[in-house]
T-cell receptor, first 113, second 112 residues
Framework: EAQVTQNPRYLITVTGKKLTVTCSQN?????MSWYRQDPGLGLRQIYY???????DKGDVPEGYKVSRKEKRNFPLILESPSPNQTSLYFC????????????FGDGTRLSIL | GESVGLHLPTLSVQEGDNSIINCAYS??????FIWYKQESGKGPQFIID?????DKRQGQRVTVLLNKTVKHLSLQIAATQPGDSAVYFC???????????FGKGTKLSVKP
């Protein structure tokens, strides 16, 4: 089954403790992206990757890092999480660079205390 | 700057009626638009997309209309069903090829 898988689905942690949210897709997609969803603000793009070893900032990249060492994985790294990063995070992928529908994972709910 | 917004945050319709969800965008250079449906507890799901060289595109029970003159996008759902209850997001391609900008969403509720 074609899917985007995020882990963990839920995480409660404390300020400053580094964490990584993994994202994996099994569709051989070149493009992957991370979004955060906050009430009243919709989805905002954090980072995206057009292909392996190519990453770019989205609209809200501050406080986040990503890497794209292989095509199927696109982890989101919070080096020093802060409470304002408490949010619902989605990873997505698509077959080509832009102008294509993205397939989304089911989300990761992060709470930073 | 670029922004994608919605005229109505909530929409309530009777089962069987047609639904229209609206979206305004500000970047006249955007050449790709897309609608997503998000059910509670799930990630957004693709509904339909349209490129700027088109005014209308139809899918199964859904139609997207693009009015570039007034920078307006709409999603029409025919014969709305309870399963259509969800939050609907429009999105546009942003400042670069991989950048996608979402609107804030419209919650559609279908009354039986």
């Amino acid at each position: 089954e074609a899917q985007v898988t995020q882990n963990p689905r839920y995480l409660i942690t404390v300020t400053g403790k580094k964490l990584t949210v993994t994202c994996s897709q099994n569709m051989n997609h070149e493009y992957m992206s991370w979004y955060r969803q906050d009430p009243g603000l919709g989805l905002r793009q954090i980072y995206y990757s057009m292909n392996v070893e190519v990453t770019d900032k989205g609209d809200v990249p501050e406080g986040y890092k990503v890497s794209r060492k292989e095509k199927r994985n696109f982890p989101l790294i919070l080096e020093s999480p802060s409470p304002n990063q408490t949010s619902l995070y989605f990873c997505a992928s698509s077959s080509r660079q832009g102008n294509q529908p993205q397939h989304f994972g089911d989300g990761t709910r992060l709470s930073i205390l | 700057g670029e922004s994608v917004g919605l005229h109505l945050p909530t929409l309530s319709v009777q089962e069987g009626d047609n639904s229209i969800i609206n979206c305004a965008y500000s970047n006249s250079a955007s050449d790709y638009f897309i609608w997503y449906k998000q059910e509670s507890g799930k990630g957004p799901q693709f509904i339909i997309d349209i490129r700027s060289n088109m005014d209308k595109r139809q899918g199964q029970r859904v139609t997207v209309l693009l009015n570039k003159t007034v920078k307006h996008l709409s999603l029409q759902i025919a014969a709305t069903q309870p399963g259509d209850s969800a939050v609907y997001f429009c999105a546009e391609k942003g400042r670069s090829q991989g950048n996608l900008i979402f609107g804030k969403g419209t919650k559609l509720s279908v009354k039986p």
